[in-house]
């Protein structure tokens, strides 16, 4: 049976994009590989977070996953500190790390901004999420278009790692969506639907209700040509709304492209709320469920106690490798 890895952060509200390039793409694979899903918390000290938040929003994004529809009887979910391997074997990983390389990630560049008070955590994060992989010797890695070349650095890091001290590690390979895999920010398309954009209308929250939902729809950015196609480069925001009608509904679009072309802009933005609104109805009643149950806890207790057997093997295997004395 493969095995999939994949993480999020606890950073603040979870949004469209990180449901459709990430989190709507987790659960039919627990049919058919051997899943870890995580919270990465330890990701998100890599820029200051108010302590309170960061606990409150971990619990909360555990319960997000479980209402979109994770069973714990099928798969682990964890919670990254809980497992100390991630930092363990993420040092270990580091000391074959090029500074170089790390120097070239581009989320470094743009979220350190070229600035000397960027932290080293936010310099050396894409190690973390390498050891995140590796331990667990995943086949599968389901994310969005922007962490591709934190992917690369990934099999990078497990090749040299092979090479120099003998085959430990699986070469992962990234699994990123056809449609959706970089879903564009509502208030500005040119730019990744994000969770720390200042503007509220930048992002539709998975817990937002349906006349929030629509009215951030009404107010997306489009342009000014009012005939409906796709052009990623050159019509970013009505691409967008396709690409969001398209994974919501199943219908191509290509066909949506031909349903709404005698049709103006707001019918769209219109009818791709209401796909949304529809989407996220059940997960948001679930969640509320989930919540209240008080079972988030003891699923991630229980996820974790996985997690850390088949991260402490390999952990183990990187220790002995390079040369360290065995307990
Ligand atoms: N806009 C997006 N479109 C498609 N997929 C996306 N992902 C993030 N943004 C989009 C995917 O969501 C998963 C979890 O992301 P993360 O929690 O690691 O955060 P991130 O990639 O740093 O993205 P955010 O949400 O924009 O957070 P901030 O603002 O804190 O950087 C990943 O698989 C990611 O690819």
């Given amino acids: 049976m493969k095995r999939v890895f994949s993480g999020m952060q606890p950073t603040g509200d979870l949004h469209l994009g990180n449901y459709i390039g990430a989190l709507k793409r987790f659960i039919p694979l627990q049919e058919e590989a051997e899943c870890f899903f995580c919270v990465v918390d330890l990701h998100a000290l890599t820029v200051p977070r108010d302590p309170e938040e960061l606990r409150s929003k971990t619990l909360e994004l555990a319960g997000l996953y479980l209402a979109a529809g994770l069973d714990p009887e099928r798969s682990a979910l964890f919670v990254q500190s809980h497992n100390p391997a991630h930092s363990e074997g993420a040092w270990l990983l580091q000391c074959i790390t090029r500074m170089g390389e790390l120097g070239r990630m581009t989320q470094f560049k743009d979220k350190g901004k070229g600035s000397d008070s960027a932290t080293a955590g936010l310099f050396s994060y894409p190690v973390l999420m390498a050891a995140d992989i590796l331990l667990y010797q995943a086949d599968l890695v389901p994310v969005g278009e922007d962490q591709k070349q934190h992917l690369e650095l990934t099999r990078d890091l497990?090749?040299?790692?092979?090479?120099?001290?003998?085959?430990?590690?699986?070469?992962?390979?990234?699994?990123?969506?056809?449609?959706?895999?970089?879903?564009?920010?509502?208030?500005?398309?040119?730019?990744?639907?994000?969770?720390?954009?200042?503007?509220?209308?930048?992002?539709?929250?998975?817990?937002?209700?349906?006349?929030?939902?629509?009215?951030?729809?009404?107010?997306?950015?489009?342009?000014?040509?009012?005939?409906?196609?796709?052009?990623?480069?050159?019509?970013?925001?009505?691409?967008?709304?396709?690409?969001?009608?398209?994974?919501?509904?199943?219908?191509?679009?290509?066909?949506?492209?031909?349903?709404?072309?005698?049709?103006?802009?707001?019918?769209?933005?219109?009818?791709?709320?209401?796909?949304?609104?529809?989407?996220?109805?059940?997960?948001?009643?679930?969640?509320?469920?989930?919540?209240?149950?008080?079972?988030?806890?003891?699923?991630?207790?229980?996820?974790?106690?996985?997690?850390?057997?088949?991260?402490?093997?390999?952990?183990?295997?990187?220790?002995?490798?390079?040369?360290?004395?065995?307990?």
Avoid at 245 to 272: A, Q
Wanted: net charge neutral; no cysteine; glycine share 6%.
């Fill in 158 to 327: 497990a090749d040299r790692f092979n090479r120099i001290y003998g085959e430990v590690f699986k070469i992962p390979e990234p699994q990123i969506g056809e449609t959706g895999a970089r879903i564009m920010a509502l208030d500005n398309p040119e730019k990744k639907m994000s969770k720390s954009a200042d503007s509220s209308l930048n992002s539709i929250q998975l817990l937002d209700d349906p006349d929030l939902i629509l009215k951030k729809f009404k107010r997306a950015v489009t342009d000014s040509e009012n005939r409906i196609r796709y052009d990623r480069e050159n019509k970013p925001g009505i691409s967008n709304l396709l690409d969001i009608h398209s994974v919501m509904t199943g219908e191509s679009v290509d066909s949506l492209v031909e349903r709404y072309r005698d049709k103006g802009y707001g019918h769209l933005k219109i009818d791709t709320a209401e796909a949304v609104i529809q989407e996220l109805k059940p997960l948001q009643e679930r969640f509320r469920d989930v919540m209240e149950s008080g079972e988030v806890q003891r699923v991630l207790a229980r996820g974790a106690e996985r997690a850390r057997e088949v991260a402490g093997e390999t952990l183990s295997r990187m220790q002995q490798a390079m040369g360290l004395v065995s307990k």
